[in-house]
């Protein structure tokens, strides 16, 4: 349950003529507004940007599925040069239409096998301000690097750890969550089992939040969410990705029943399904009862997203399905806690709760 003890801080962030939505949020009224939906305790939590440790208040909006740059074309050929994203200059460009809508943190899910490069996202968030936290772990069976199948999970497991920890090889720059790792459509295979299970050690050691890819949105969300629970991980901890593009939230309601975040974060992928599929699905997850366990995200990974080839760009979920929300009488304060709160809590852990051998 959503607690709003100062409706006056909250008013003032959602604003009623422009919208919060286009007032950069940020500094003390976040900390306040946050700090009073909290039933856990931001003061004892951290968040691991690429640039260091941040409070979780400092998120503020927040995209937790994003790729600011990646190169995927190896493994998707038929996109071909469409999933290669490499100019700082034009992401400079494009992430202002985040940021000049109140947006403050993306949370990058890149791994290794589609062109995770930690430096790059160091300059990046220098360059624009923005916070950015980086996943850490392996993408997807088609594309696993042999490290998986030469070492055990428990050896990948103490990969995750470091990365976490310490850093990325010798870079000192850290991972602040674990995935996207994912699975394919029909069944897991060993070696995502493997790396399943090597995500689930590697949370439990450090606390961090594990997030998932689905195969055409949710296919073996259920199977991931076993694994993981018999692999001991707090359900809790996990976000499913990918889910809100099926008719209906009777897809949705047994997978939210499990506990874990639903990351509906395929907003603006109008190939897939109409917008309004999105919009009632996440309407009627509010009202079901899990506005606490909601994220939204438009998972940009083409160059064909981005505004200046007239694609969606990163101002599509605040300018554009925000509204559809409220038009299905999702709330200021529900939005609020979906796009700032949720993601606080998904991507802090608590302070000095892990340690690296
Ligand atoms: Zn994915």
Redesign the pocket.
């Given at each position: 349950m959503l607690i709003l003890q100062d409706r006056t801080t909250i008013k003032h962030l959602c604003g009623q003529e422009q919208g919060w939505l286009n007032t950069p949020i940020c500094g003390t009224d976040t900390i306040a507004a946050g700090e009073r939906t909290l039933s856990d305790n931001w003061d004892s939590r951290e968040v691991i940007t690429v640039q260091g440790v941040i409070r979780p208040e400092e998120m503020g909006v927040t995209y937790p599925h994003e790729h600011l740059f990646l190169d995927a074309m190896d493994h998707y050929s038929s996109y071909g040069y469409q999933l290669v994203i490499d100019d700082e200059d034009v992401m400079a460009q494009e992430i202002l239409e985040f940021t000049t809508r109140g947006g403050r943190t993306i949370c990058d899910?890149t791994l290794d096998e589609i062109g995770r490069d930690p430096e790059r996202l160091v300059r990046f968030s220098r360059r624009t301000g923005i916070n950015v936290v980086m996943g850490c772990g392996w993408y997807r069976d088609f594309g696993y690097p042999p490290i998986v199948a030469e070492k055990t999970s428990c050896e990948l497991a103490e990969v995750l750890v470091r990365e976490i920890e310490n850093g990325v090889g010798d870079t000192g720059i850290r991972a602040g969550f674990i995935g996207?790792i994912?699975t394919g459509r029909h069944h897991v295979s060993p070696a995502e089992e493997r790396v399943f299970r090597a995500a689930a050690l590697a949370q439990a050691r450090t606390g961090v939040v594990i997030s998932t890819?689905t195969t055409r949105w949710g296919t073996l969300a259920m199977e991931q969410i076993a694994m993981l629970e018999e692999f001991g991980t707090d359900l809790s901890r996990v976000i499913i990705?990918?889910l809100g593009d099926r008719v209906g939230v009777k897809n949705l309601l047994p997978i939210a029943a499990r506990g874990v975040y639903m990351e509906v974060d395929n907003i603006g992928y109008l190939d897939y399904q109409p917008e309004y599929v999105r919009a009632d699905n996440v309407a009627a997850l509010v009202k079901e009862g899990f506005v606490q366990r909601v994220l939204l995200s438009e998972?940009i990974c083409m160059l064909n997203h981005l505004k200046y080839t007239g694609g969606k760009g990163y101002g599509y979920l605040l300018e554009t399905f925000v509204p559809l929300l409220r038009e299905r009488s999702v709330t200021d304060e529900q939005i609020y806690q979906m796009m700032v709160v949720n993601p606080a809590n998904a991507f802090s852990r608590r302070r000095h709760d892990s340690c690296i051998s």
């Amino acid at each position: 349950m959503l607690i709003l003890q100062d409706r006056t801080t909250i008013k003032h962030l959602c604003g009623q003529e422009q919208g919060w939505l286009n007032t950069p949020i940020c500094g003390t009224d976040t900390i306040a507004a946050g700090e009073r939906t909290l039933s856990d305790n931001w003061d004892s939590r951290e968040v691991i940007t690429v640039q260091g440790v941040i409070r979780p208040e400092e998120m503020g909006v927040t995209y937790p599925h994003e790729h600011l740059f990646l190169d995927a074309m190896d493994h998707y050929s038929s996109y071909g040069y469409q999933l290669v994203i490499d100019d700082e200059d034009v992401m400079a460009q494009e992430i202002l239409e985040f940021t000049t809508r109140g947006g403050r943190t993306i949370c990058d899910v890149t791994l290794d096998e589609i062109g995770r490069d930690p430096e790059r996202l160091v300059r990046f968030s220098r360059r624009t301000g923005i916070n950015v936290v980086m996943g850490c772990g392996w993408y997807r069976d088609f594309g696993y690097p042999p490290i998986v199948a030469e070492k055990t999970s428990c050896e990948l497991a103490e990969v995750l750890v470091r990365e976490i920890e310490n850093g990325v090889g010798d870079t000192g720059i850290r991972a602040g969550f674990i995935g996207e790792i994912g699975t394919g459509r029909h069944h897991v295979s060993p070696a995502e089992e493997r790396v399943f299970r090597a995500a689930a050690l590697a949370q439990a050691r450090t606390g961090v939040v594990i997030s998932t890819h689905t195969t055409r949105w949710g296919t073996l969300a259920m199977e991931q969410i076993a694994m993981l629970e018999e692999f001991g991980t707090d359900l809790s901890r996990v976000i499913i990705g990918h889910l809100g593009d099926r008719v209906g939230v009777k897809n949705l309601l047994p997978i939210a029943a499990r506990g874990v975040y639903m990351e509906v974060d395929n907003i603006g992928y109008l190939d897939y399904q109409p917008e309004y599929v999105r919009a009632d699905n996440v309407a009627a997850l509010v009202k079901e009862g899990f506005v606490q366990r909601v994220l939204l995200s438009e998972d940009i990974c083409m160059l064909n997203h981005l505004k200046y080839t007239g694609g969606k760009g990163y101002g599509y979920l605040l300018e554009t399905f925000v509204p559809l929300l409220r038009e299905r009488s999702v709330t200021d304060e529900q939005i609020y806690q979906m796009m700032v709160v949720n993601p606080a809590n998904a991507f802090s852990r608590r302070r000095h709760d892990s340690c690296i051998s």
